[in-house]
């Protein structure tokens, strides 16, 4: 051990007998069980964790603050953890399973039994939860069937639809319309396939995001509200899902996300501020709602907009070594929701810079498995010491899928009204250590769902 390792020895064995062993639940269940699984080959991480463990070459800030103090703990946690695996075998270690029967158990009953009633604090939130829960069982298992819940999902949104669209989707009752809320609530009903209920609201959600749009290109989340680049992302995925992204609608768009970058690479929520993981996976996702990934170089068509050598180097910098985890701005935690929010933007910059990996994605898995997921109760958390959480659930299972995947583009047949003719594509880089289905990274969707939506509106809008 190094004089660090010294340093620290009594602390990791008091938080190693904190932690102590807890017996993993093998309830029955309805699902698939993760123990038929148990007989693949799973990949070796001893050598990634010893990697990981390692002295890190980079000066650490020894500043004393509440954020240093905390991440002092994590890295305590984090290490225990993993010397724990270690420990437990020799030059032979393997990431926990993926305990399949109870995420299952955890969102199928989060979907149909009544919530605690803490949950009253997220009463605006009605189409998140939804979305949340879905998309998690989406990704896991494919697409939901369960017809009681999919009527469940058309119901309880359409009650939060304000006059047909006119006044966009509301998060609860007696609430206004908002742009997150109708984001969500979009994709939920895209993931339950209910069209009607979409090209019903279409026409009037258009009119009413060109009355969100404000001069200098943004968008606000409702009447006298904010405006930020995660407002004008949700803007834009609608309009592109439901084929309303016309010229009208994104005029000046592209040039007020330009405007937020920062000084650092990554993309604050409006100009001059700071640098943020949400904020810089919105802007990036827009360049692909915006430009054409088929029409010539895409990646000079961004350097044409941004410094994507700078983003490049603020993304990679968000996973730190220990971890294998991302954290969302400088000096801050690790969180599990950024394996989406900045391990998305990771498969779009391999996408237009044609690059395999950049990133170490065997790193980000293993923080995912063996420090945020609970194997007794299913869901997943942002990290150690933290609770599950329908949020943290659905956005780490979404970067699970990304660490276990590559991604290319491929055109599709193209109609009258698409001129973005595209799909991102999916290949298991491991299909014996493969827990989930791929998404699109653009959408937060499972591979296929957002393309289907596109085609269908293109489709009718060509026979009107």
Known sequence: MSGK???NSEKLSYLLELLGKKKISTINSDYESDSDFEDIEKPNIYPLLNMMLATT??????YPSVTTEAQIQVQLSINSIYRGLIQSSTNEVHNRPFCITEHNKYIMKSLTDPLPYYYKSLDANHGWLLFWLINSYSIINGRLKDAKIRDLVSNKICRNVIDEGSGGIAGGANQIGHAAATYASILALVLVEDYELLNKI??????WFLSLKMPNGSFIMHQNGES????????????????ILTTDLCEG?????NSCQTFEGGFAGVPNTEAHGGYTFCGMASYFLLLNPMNGDFLQQINNQIDVHLLIRWCVMRQ?????GLSGRTNKLVDACYSFWIGAIYP?????????TIFDRDALKC???NCCQNIETGGFKDKPGKSVDFYHTNYTICGLSITEHHFSFSPTEKTESDAFAYSIDHEKINEDDSHTNGINPVFSLPNGMAEECKRYFQRMDEHI
């Open 5 to 7: 390792d010294d340093i």
């Open 57 to 62: 070459p980079v000066i650490t800030d020894e």
């Open 202 to 207: 279409r026409p009037n959600l258009y009119k």
């Open 228 to 243: 930020d680049t995660r407002s004008t992302y949700c803007v834009l995925v609608v309009a592109s899902l439901l084929n």
């Open 253 to 257: 768009t592209l040039q007020w996300l």
């Open 320 to 324: 730190y070594q220990l971890e294998g």
């Open 348 to 356: 779009m910059i391999e996408l237009i810079t044609n690059t395999k």
């Open 367 to 369: 923080y995912i498995l």
